[in-house]
């Protein structure tokens, strides 16, 4: 009963202070690019008119026996198994730029040995899922999202950049062609990896005149089963970096991954499942994995807070990052935060028992709960998944119902719209 009464206080207390919320997470902005001396986050419009259409679009059908078997995706390893087309995009400086769109049989790609992609890692790449609504329509979800982030890291790498309608229209096409491969079973899906590649065949490291865009589909199985779950465990070492400011840790471009793998390697070593990112003398949380990261506490009032770090350059912005903030809003009891989080705010919140949960999200696992952070010899306990009604089930439900079609909404775009 007092938790109620305490509830609906607290939710009468934010009506009221609204405008004041608003302008603490101003200014909450404004002190993060004071300490990173950064300016506003990036904007992701393309730089040129160019762009390839999906009306030039063709499409070359595998023959029968070049049709795979379809796995079955219950027990399926994540990128495994890709279905029988790809779409492909050249683009040639010297011809006029953007070639035209086409769909053909899955293949290798072949590339000149010196190709700048192999040894300068001009490459970037997206990730997002089509997932076969509970109407047995397909639904892509937020693509618009994912190509401004794609031409955001294409003006970071030099690479040319596009309409994004023009290349969900042509991915939309090719799920289309394969949409057999979408799978039926609840919760699972089909990731879709667009990627833009250097392939200029020149040593130097100047920007490539040739790029291919091309993206493939593979089928990946349920993250959560429904049963009881656990949390993952971290692997927090301040002495590990994954981005800085002025770098480019806020793009997906590959270079930022492999060094990872070392890190990754470490905290395995050590029992532990993911790397915590942390960044400065401050120790400030930056991701987890290739996941962001957000915590749930209750602050000095009692009220519950909702805090992941803003987007000052160290942190991808990521598509289920911006739902969760969009959805959090609505929610009467819970006070959205864009701010910087320490370890030591972690330590002293955990000390006076006030986090309640922590988790990682991406496209990928969408929401995934923490359990436990291993930090300088400590284990620091989050009580995630020991909560009654938890948080982050509310908002994986919420998705959920959004990418299958059970809640109509604007976020779930039906592909043959
Ligand atoms: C892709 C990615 C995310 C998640 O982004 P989504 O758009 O939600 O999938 C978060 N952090 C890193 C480092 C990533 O690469």
Redesign the pocket.
């Known amino acids: 009963m007092a938790g109620l009464t305490s509830r609906k206080g607290s939710c009468r207390w934010v009506l009221r202070h609204q405008h004041k919320l608003k302008q603490i997470v101003r200014t909450c902005h404004l002190k993060v690019k004071e300490v990173f001396g950064l300016d506003d986050y990036r904007n992701y419009e393309p730089d040129s008119q160019e762009t390839f259409k999906s009306s030039d679009l063709t499409t070359k059908l595998a023959e029968p026996d070049q049709l795979r078997l379809k796995p079955d995706v219950s027990d399926l390893k994540f990128g495994h198994i890709f279905t029988d087309h790809m779409l492909k995009i050249f683009y040639h400086q010297r011809l006029d730029g953007w070639q035209k769109p086409v769909i053909i049989p899955f293949e290798n790609i072949s590339l000149h040995p010196a190709a700048k992609v192999l040894h300068y890692a001009i490459e970037l790449f997206e990730?997002m899922k089509a997932y076969r609504g509970q109407d047995g329509r397909i639904r892509i979800f937020r693509p618009d999202l994912?190509m401004n982030r794609m031409n955001s890291s294409a003006l970071s790498s030099g690479l040319p950049t596009f309409y994004g309608e023009e290349l969900i229209k042509c991915i939309n096409r090719l799920v289309q062609v394969d949409q057999e491969w979408v799978p039926h079973q609840e919760g699972a899906s089909l990731y879709i990896r667009p990627t833009l590649i250097g392939i200029d065949g020149t040593l130097g490291v100047v920007q490539s005149e040739s790029a291919l865009l091309y993206t493939i589909l593979c089928p990946v199985g349920a993250y959560f089963s429904g049963q009881k779950e656990e949390g993952v465990s971290l692997l927090a070492d301040p002495s590990y970096t994954r981005s800085w400011p002025g770098g480019c840790g806020d793009q997906?471009m590959g270079s930022?991954y492999g060094p990872t793998i070392r890190v990754q390697r470490q905290a395995a070593l050590r029992g532990r499942q993911q790397v915590l990112w942390l960044y400065g003398p401050e120790q400030y949380l930056t991701?987890v994995g290739?996941?962001?990261i957000f915590i749930l506490y209750t602050d000095d009032n009692g009220d519950k807070v909702l805090a992941t770090p803003p987007l000052n350059g160290l942190i991808?912005p990521?598509?289920?990052?911006q739902s969760i903030i969009d959805l959090a809003f609505q929610y009467k009891d819970i006070r959205v935060e864009e701010k910087l989080i320490t370890m030591n705010d972690v330590i002293n919140l955990r000390r006076r028992d006030r986090i309640l949960e922590m988790f990682g999200?991406?496209?990928?696992c969408i929401i995934c709960p923490i359990s436990t952070i291993d930090y300088l010899g400590d284990l620091i306990h989050i009580p995630t998944t020991e909560q009654t009604n938890p948080v982050f089930k509310k908002f994986r439900d919420e998705l959920y119902a959004i990418q299958y079609g059970y809640k109509k909404h604007v976020w779930g775009r039906v592909i043959d719209d």
């Open positions: 990730g994912n997906k930022n991701e290739t996941m962001n991808l990521g598509v289920t990052r999200t991406g496209t990928a």
